[in-house]
């Protein structure tokens, strides 16, 4: 087919900033999977195809209803299946779905209920936004439905945007397997992004959006809806003009005062989570929030909590339609940290299980540290759990292991967590606590201190100089940590540089600014390479 127009160019976010025609992104796609005679594996566009947020737009507005985000789903399979897509743009939200479908997963029928007629799917970042999305909305359902269960896990989207295709098959089949267990319900969805994953992958599940039946079994509202609200569309909701309808109608008995964007309805366009582009494309992905956020000046109202959590997160009011009618948050209630999502998540379960089944599941034990808001927040913004800060502190106490910076008396050690490699600055307090200065974590792996001499630093960059002019003591040698060849690899490429290791037993240390400088170019280099 020909494109002989440019509404997709002005409608699709990706298209428009790279400033480039459909068949311009074809051919280099197509070159990137297909590298043909080029003497090295050709990767122009690992990073566009990983760009993609599939809300679907482009076909939309498009008269020939050619599906853009269909082929850019379809490269990204096809780069997985060759190992050439960097792990790093996934590997993260594939953990957070591994962990809301296993240890935050709950799948249960009410007490002596043999089939249950209806269950209520939240998805995987309901309760992670607040647990109270799914406590409340629960003990609504089974006041009108007694023997509704709950299904508490992930719709499998994170493995389907990764292009993950047997991990998603394997989800599927667990999903499967579960609604089965269930009685084969009609599956209630919170999430217009779920619906379109049910539809796709699992047809033969009965489903219904919980918009339209609190509609139609009616909600007592908590009539708090105070100020004037914009009401913001999901991009996937364009697809379900009924859903659209139901959660006016609802806004409307609440009596909220509301109206609609200029991007709404079939034109409705993506707050920037789908496709989980933010760790391959941070600079769009916080441009696509902040220009969905302009178009409004009122606070906003939506039925899609990643849309309320990445607005939120970008200092936009926002509040999720379930605020409204149970009198939950206001507009100000900023986005919640990763951290905060895994424990939000268990909190649910937890209290589910205690209310309908009179069941407890055993606290997590957490060590005793400080960590301020701030930082919580900042270790957010890179997909760094509180957990995997513990997880490194426990592990330089244990082995002590780690260097001591001598200005501060701040101990800094790391530890490689499946794939990443993780950095806490910490401080043992008096009462054998521990306070959390910083945190960050690279891609790299490091390999070993090579046996040779060290090269000259007038080449240098000046990023790697300053770094190896700090002074920093080994802990377990008490000796100053001095300049050393390191081995380092990363997707396949091996190489060495200069970092701070300690003479005798080989501790390193990499200081922030040289990770999230120097460093991390060299990572975006190998992966676009």
Same mark, same amino acid.
């Given at each position: 087919?020909?494109? !002989?127009?440019? /509404?997709?160019?002005?409608? &699709?976010? $990706? ?8 068949? @311009?992104? =074809? %051919? ?19 990073r ?18 050619i ?48 089939? !249950?007629?209806? /269950?209520?799917?939240?998805? &995987?970042? $309901? ?8 406590? @409340?909305? =629960? %003990? ?58 049910f ?48 959660? @006016? ?59 309320r ?40 379960k ?42 490194v ?53 490091l ?22 002019e ?20 990363y997707?396949?490429h ?36």
């Amino acid at each position: 087919q020909k494109c !002989s127009c440019d /509404a997709c160019m002005r409608a &699709c976010d $990706l298209m428009r900033l790279h400033e480039k025609t459909p068949r @311009r992104l =074809y %051919e280099e796609v197509y070159i990137t999977i297909h590298p043909g005679t080029l003497s090295r594996d050709g990767t122009w566009a690992t990073r566009l195809i990983s760009t993609c947020d599939h809300c679907g737009l482009c076909k939309e507005v498009c008269p020939q209803h050619i599906d853009f985000s269909q082929f850019l789903l379809d490269s990204m399979r096809a780069m997985q299946k060759k190992g050439a897509m960097p792990w790093p743009f996934h590997d993260f939200w594939l953990r957070d779905m591994a962990y809301a479908s296993g240890k935050a997963g709950l799948t249960r029928k009410p007490e002596n209920v043999k089939k !249950s007629s209806y /269950a209520f799917f939240p998805g &995987c970042q $309901l309760a992670g936004s607040d647990p109270r999305y799914v406590t @409340r909305t =629960y %003990e609504w359902l089974r006041s009108k439905k007694p023997d509704a269960a709950i299904w508490m896990t992930c719709c499998g989207a994170p493995a389907e945007w990764a292009g993950e295709v047997d991990i998603h098959a394997a989800h599927l089949e667990e999903m499967r397997r579960q609604w089965r267990e269930l009685g084969e319900p009609t599956v209630g969805l919170a999430c217009p992004n779920c619906r379109k994953m049910f539809e796709e992958y699992l047809p033969e599940l009965p489903v219904v959006f919980l918009a339209e039946v609190m509609e139609e079994w009616g909600v007592e509202m908590a009539g708090t809806a105070g100020e004037p609200y914009a009401l913001f569309d999901p991009c996937p909701s364009r697809y379900y003009p009924e859903l659209q309808e139901s959660v @006016r109608h609802l806004a409307d008995a609440a009596g909220i005062t509301w109206e609609n964007l200029p991007y709404d309805g079939k034109k409705a366009r993506c707050c920037g989570y789908g496709g989980h582009i933010g760790i391959a494309s941070p600079s769009h992905t916080s441009y696509m929030i902040t220009s969905r956020a302009k178009e409004e000046e009122l606070p906003y109202v939506t039925y899609c909590v990643n849309c309320r959590e990445s607005f939120a997160g970008q200092g936009k009011e926002a509040v999720h339609i379930l605020d409204l009618l149970f009198g939950l948050n206001g507009a100000g209630r900023p986005a919640a940290t990763v951290t905060e999502r895994w424990h939000n998540r268990l909190a649910a379960k937890r209290e589910l299980l205690k209310t309908y089944w009179n069941e407890t599941i055993e606290e997590e034990t957490h060590m005793k540290l400080e960590v301020e808001k701030e930082l919580e927040r900042k270790l957010s913004a890179s997909q760094i759990l509180i957990e995997d800060m513990e997880q490194v502190i426990e592990h330089c106490e244990r082995e002590d292991r780690g260097i001591i910076d001598p200005e501060t008396g701040h101990r800094i050690g790391h530890l490689k967590i499946q794939h990443m490699t993780y950095w806490a600055e910490y401080e043992v307090l008096p009462d054998g606590g521990y306070k959390l200065w910083n945190g960050y974590s690279h891609r790299m792996n490091l390999e070993g201190v090579m046996s040779m001499p060290t090269i000259d630093g007038g080449g240098r960059d000046q990023r790697i100089k300053e770094a190896l002019e700090k002074k920093v003591i080994c802990r377990r040698c008490q000796v100053e940590m001095v300049p050393k060849s390191t081995f380092f690899d990363y997707l396949g490429h091996n190489f060495h540089t200069e970092i701070l290791c300690c003479p005798k037993c080989g501790e390193v240390y990499l200081p922030e600014a040289l990770v999230k400088g120097r460093m991390a170019d060299v990572e975006r280099e190998l992966e676009d390479k």
